[in-house]
């Protein structure tokens, strides 16, 4: 004998529930009880971002300016790309201390191949990003067959690669590359028209919104409980708008450089990668627990070689566009505070020094921060000794709450 349970008081609330919990309050409370779980996502650096901009904005009108706003993202492109690379050695818990040295590396082969060898540009720039690659798969062997860790195979590459770039340039020390290029021109002047800037911001849009439909779609096919569609629609309304309104505000002056924009789709490709594809999963596996992912079947070795390559190409992509910034290859390029900014930027962003965790927004995000200290210092005429120090404590309170973070997670999930 069956038994209809249909229309039963009990099922008819549950009922409800899930209902109300696909609305827009339910959304939100999502968001509070992950809020509470320990998983803040990108809020600390969101709530850290409109401080540092309201204080500077008060000490000076100047900093939120279009024209400084501009700059700042000329500025936040090149370091970021490198941001980016750590991000992906972050995410299966290493660390490439030689990013700086293998972007310096980089520029100084592009001078010589492009200006002093007459070689075609687009061929001097993929031979240097195949030896940033060739960095990264020295590490992956050094880590993967010789167990040499991370911090020493790549702090000995620091200082290796310095060398290299000393060599490559001689007794020259700095190479002027042309000015009239096309590569200067992307690092220097290009802004993009701004109905260009428009159609992009709305295309983001609706990538977001697309890709947020089909995780729904998924889940639901799954019979899981989807996400809310209206907060999903509000979500893009909302993000759509405020980057629509940030490209009028920039188009007031120059407009949005292109190397921004193409940071920004690197960001994006890296994200999908991270989070959608199999490659992406694995990282996050590799980081979580090494050990599980070998006993999943997954190729462990095959993902740290990935993580050390795509680190150095992206150092070597980072330090192509960052001589393209100041027109010129020297000596001193990827030294100073490059390896401290493209870190820094990676774990301010969110991306969690204990492997496991990330997004590729956190470069975007940390970046950002760590510019906007840069120019608001730089505009009130203040010594770089405080820029050092205030990005240090920004960087202090990050790893802070990523450790809070993380035991707060594992004391719900004994819960």
């Not at 720039?125 to 690659?133: D, K, N, S, T, V």
Request: net charge positive; with cysteine; proline share 2%.
């Amino acid at each position: 004998m069956s038994t209809n349970l249909e229309g039963t008081p009990a099922l008819d609330r549950a009922d409800a529930r899930v209902r109300h919990d696909e609305g827009l309050g339910g959304a939100v409370r999502g968001f509070l009880d992950r809020v509470r779980s320990g998983d803040l996502g990108s809020l600390p650096v969101v709530v850290g971002l409109a401080v540092i901009w309201t204080v500077f904005q008060i000490l000076n009108p100047v900093f939120l300016g279009a024209n400084n706003l501009v700059n700042l993202l000329f500025d936040c492109s090149t370091v970021g790309i490198i941001s980016l690379g750590i991000v992906c050695i972050l995410m299966v818990g290493e660390i490439d201390l030689s990013v700086g040295s293998v972007s310096g590396f980089a520029s100084a082969l592009l001078g010589v191949l492009w200006v002093n060898g007459g070689w075609w540009a687009p061929g001097a720039i993929l031979l240097a990003m195949l030896c940033g690659a060739a960095v990264g798969a020295i590490y992956a062997v050094l880590f993967n067959r010789l167990g040499m860790p991370s911090f020493v195979s790549t702090l000995s590459g620091l200082l290796a690669v310095l060398g290299l770039q000393l060599y490559v340039l001689g007794s020259s020390g700095s190479i002027n590359l042309p000015f009239e290029s096309s590569l200067v021109g992307l690092g220097q002047t290009w802004v993009m028209p701004s109905v260009l800037a428009y159609l992009f911001v709305l295309l983001a849009g609706g990538a977001y919104f697309f890709a947020g439909f089909r995780t729904a779609a998924r889940r639901r096919a799954a019979g899981l409980t989807p996400p809310s569609l209206l907060g999903l629609a509000v979500r893009t309304a909302v993000l759509t708008a405020a980057l629509l309104a940030v490209a009028a505000y920039l188009n007031t002056d120059r407009g949005v450089p292109w190397v921004f924009g193409f940071f920004a789709l690197l960001v994006v490709l890296l994200d999908y990668a991270l989070k959608r594809t199999q490659w992406g999963r694995s990282m996050t596996a590799v980081g979580g627990n090494r050990e599980a992912a070998r006993r999943a079947g997954i190729d462990v070795h095959s993902i740290y070689r990935g993580a050390f390559m795509l680190c150095s190409t992206l150092a070597s992509l980072g330090g192509i566009l960052s001589a393209a910034r100041l027109a010129s290859a020297s000596q001193q390029a990827g030294t100073g505070d490059v390896n401290l900014d493209a870190i820094a930027a990676a774990v301010i962003g969110g991306t969690s020094l204990f492997g496991g965790r990330g997004s590729a927004y956190s470069a975007l995000l940390g970046i950002i921060v760590i510019q906007s200290i840069a120019s608001g210092l730089t505009l009130l005429d203040l010594s770089s000794s405080l820029r050092y120090m205030i990005t240090g404590g920004v960087l202090a309170i990050a790893v802070i709450v990523d450790s809070l973070a993380r035991r707060s997670r594992v004391s719900h999930g004994r819960a």
